[in-house]
């Protein structure tokens, strides 16, 4: 056994750290007191690498004895331009010091803390390239937007897939934000190991593990929101409040450890008819059941009830006193509409290290989603679905430079609704990768085929590779990558058989839609620190995408045998589509006063067009797809005392979808927010002022996006 402690230069743990043995399957993380163990140590020499987010590596080599047990502690020191040292999401199998070679972002747990975020999707926003699109995720302009039918990026939970059933998309707010210890994101197609939905990416919550002995941690929040800027926008004489706590408490010994976490939060709104309340109840349990073998279990639940603003009012249809349109108020027809949403998981994931050479891991889930919406005047709609998934894979490393990974991955969504009708679609999947080493280049090489299947009908086939390769520019940490691949997505249920009505106009089946695909090319530089207080990265990537499904306005003759046509506007989803999405990516790092004040900027330039099928017009433009995506962090820390700032820019969308039938009023986006912190023993204060400006803007139509809101949290953990 090799065990010991990761601490920093003043002797203070550091939770979460990795330590590994390179080349093999042995690895671990710290929990909070700093300590690791890895039960089972070849005997010999080898050599062990610790590492932690901000912090430089070490490795060091140690005799190791077998039967015996081995102490190494480590110590670390500050580095807050060194690369996140661990990367699972790009290949599956944990890598520890070797550069990906498709771009990663890792959103470590002190950024999640600093932020004082409610769900991650609010931290997640802030990453580099990432645009939060009411709900929706896009990362370098995959998805775009169309409500609440589709997601380009798979969602994964401690590496289990959790896009809905029905309808593909992402519940943010599955997992209460004070358990995530970490967020991973892959940006470009995963599906030569993801399958389907990793079209544009793949977004890993990595939750905190269960440490030994006692831990109680308390989440405690309240704010208020801004009122309108116009007396004429008013929509309510008080002002609208929010507020919510969790508790959480775990026990754990060497063999066994469990953690049970529950919360609730309610919310004013900042808009006419926006209330909900969210409640939610987590667990985790981990048993080493030998020295080789680990189980871990985790589930959730979570209920949230609240009333929908389905879109803001135009004149006419509310008491508009006189404006042409009202951003906080609804429609009057429109009153009365609320939401009951449920979501909830569980899964099993066994490991076993056969050896340093191979290992396997098991995994089974279930998630289920359901919903009931009320919407006057045209009624009700209820879903419900639930997602069955399994996964079996092997992990082999024939010797120090080569990585091998084999598997196969099952999933099983049946649906039952009033709009998308009673239906099951079924993916079967198995794939296969190598990443080896020759000389100072890393190359990466991968396949997966999926078989779709719905209603038990006949299996169709989409093959999905993958290669890449990275190569060292220098001794100190520079690295260039490139990178190709294809991904695809599989139609959702909801979208092939959805039948319901959109701003009076009916959205109708279309059963015959096909997978949408994409190739996607990535060439990225990551250099070794500049003048000891810069790092920059950029990409170049390019993806096109063909058979995309997106919504079109359609004539259908309703009254076919009367000799007078009566043409009827309806919508329809299609595979319309080819697409290019271009562009470039840029993150720069940089600590001009070690362990007091870092900053980074990021920004994304998309060049994108889009050719309907049959349709000889020239190409345009896709919806919802800013051209400039910038943002600039900075943290000034001073003991136990910290600040920092957000600003987000997003240039003014060219299209959008349903021009003409939508109110089409948009702007860019400018939003800046102010944060403060203090940390003392177990006791941490986080203030957030959001969109402190109070800047009016919408990212979709119709639908004004948060304004200023002031937050307080407070947490206590023993």
Aim: net charge neutral.
């Amino acid at each position: 056994m090799l065990r010991g402690s990761v601490r920093d230069k003043d002797g203070a743990a550091i939770g979460g750290a990795s330590i590994a043995i390179p080349g093999t399957t042995l690895s671990t993380r710290t929990d909070l007191q700093g300590v690791y163990r890895i039960a089972v140590v070849p005997a010999g020499r080898v050599r062990v690498h610790a590492a932690a987010l901000g912090y430089g590596p070490v490795d060091t080599a140690v005799a190791l004895t077998g039967g015996d047990s081995t102490t190494l502690d480590f110590t670390l020191r500050s580095a807050p331009l060194e690369l996140p040292p661990l990367d699972v999401v790009s290949t599956k199998v944990a890598r520890f010091g070797d550069r990906p070679a498709t771009s990663v972002v890792q959103i470590p747990e002190r950024d999640i803390d600093q932020r004082a975020v409610n769900t991650v999707d609010e931290a997640v926003d802030k990453a580099a390239g990432i645009q939060m699109l009411n709900g929706q995720i896009n990362i370098r302009g995959s998805t775009g937007y169309i409500q609440g039918l589709n997601s380009r990026v798979l969602l994964l939970v401690d590496g289990v897939p959790m896009n809905q059933g029905d309808r593909g998309g992402i519940n943010w707010d599955l997992l209460p934000v004070d358990q995530i210890e970490r967020v991973d994101i892959l940006k470009g197609a995963g599906s030569s190991l993801y399958g389907s939905a990793a079209l544009g990416g793949v977004v890993n919550l990595a939750t905190r593990d269960v440490p030994e002995g006692v831990h109680v941690r308390v989440r405690l929040t309240g704010g208020a929101y801004g009122n309108p800027p116009e007396e004429v926008w008013r929509f309510r004489n008080g002002t609208g409040l929010q507020g919510g706590g969790d508790i959480s408490g775990s026990y754990g010994t060497t063999t066994f450890g469990g953690r049970l976490a529950a919360g609730a939060r309610h919310s004013d709104g900042y808009r006419e008819q926006d209330d909900g309340d969210h409640w939610q109840i987590a667990g985790r349990a981990r048993w080493q059941a030998s020295p080789r073998t680990r189980v871990d279990m985790s589930s959730a639940w979570a209920v949230d009830h609240y009333d929908v603003p389905l879109a803001w009012c135009r004149q006419g249809r509310c008491d508009d006193r006189g404006q042409a349109f009202q951003p906080f108020k609804v429609a009057t027809a429109s009153l009365g509409s609320w939401t009951d949403s449920r979501k909830g998981y569980i899964a099993v994931q066994a490991r076993t290290v056969v050896s340093e050479r191979f290992a396997w891991q098991a995994r089974g889930s279930w998630f289920r989603t359901s919903f009931f919406d009320q919407r006057p005047p045209n009624g009700s709609e209820f879903g419900i679905a639930n997602r069955f998934g399994a996964e079996l894979r092997a992990e082999a490393h024939p010797d120090s430079m080569r990585t091998v990974l084999v598997g196969s991955e099952m999933t099983l969504s049946d649906v039952t609704s009033d709009i998308f009708g009673n239906h099951s679609q079924s993916e079967y999947a198995a794939y296969g990768e190598s990443d080896q080493a020759v000389g100072v280049f890393r190359f990466t090489a991968g396949a997966r085929i999926d078989f779709l299947a719905v209603d038990g009908g006949s299996l169709s086939a989409v093959v999905s590779p993958r290669l890449g390769g990275t190569v060292p520019t220098d001794h100190k940490g520079g690295v260039l990558r490139a990178s190709i691949g294809r991904g695809f997505r599989a139609p959702t249920v909801a979208e092939r058989f959805v039948h319901t009505f959109f701003e009076a106009l009916e959205v109708i089946p279309n059963p015959n839609l096909g997978p949408e695909t994409a190739w996607s090319l990535e060439l990225g530089h990551t250099t070794a620190p500049l003048l000891h207080v810069l790092r920059l990265d950029a990409a170049l990537f390019w993806t096109e995408a063909r058979e995309l499904i997106e919504p079109r306005l359609i004539l259908i003759e309703e009254s076919p045998n009367d000799s007078i046509p009566n043409l009827v506007p309806k919508i329809q989803l299609h595979n319309v589509t080819r697409a290019r999405i271009a562009g470039l990516d840029v993150a720069i790092l940089t600590a001009p006063i070690p362990d007091r004040l870092t900053a980074t900027l990021s920004y994304t330039y998309l060049s994108t067009r889009r050719q309907v099928a049959g349709d000889t017009s020239a190409p345009g433009p896709l919806a919802f797809r800013p051209k400039h995506l910038l943002t600039l962090s900075a943290d000034y820390n001073l003991g136990a005392v910290g600040v920092g700032a957000d600003f987000r820019y997003a240039s003014r969308v060219e299209r959008i979808e349903l021009e003409g039938f939508v109110d089409s009023r948009r702007v860019p986006v400018k939003v800046l927010d102010l944060r403060a912190g203090w940390k003392q023993g177990p006791v941490e204060l986080r203030l957030l002022a959001a969109n402190v400006l109070n800047y009016m803007y919408n990212l979709v139509p119709q639908t004004l996006a948060p304004v200023r809101t002031v937050t307080l949290t407070a947490v206590w953990s023993h």
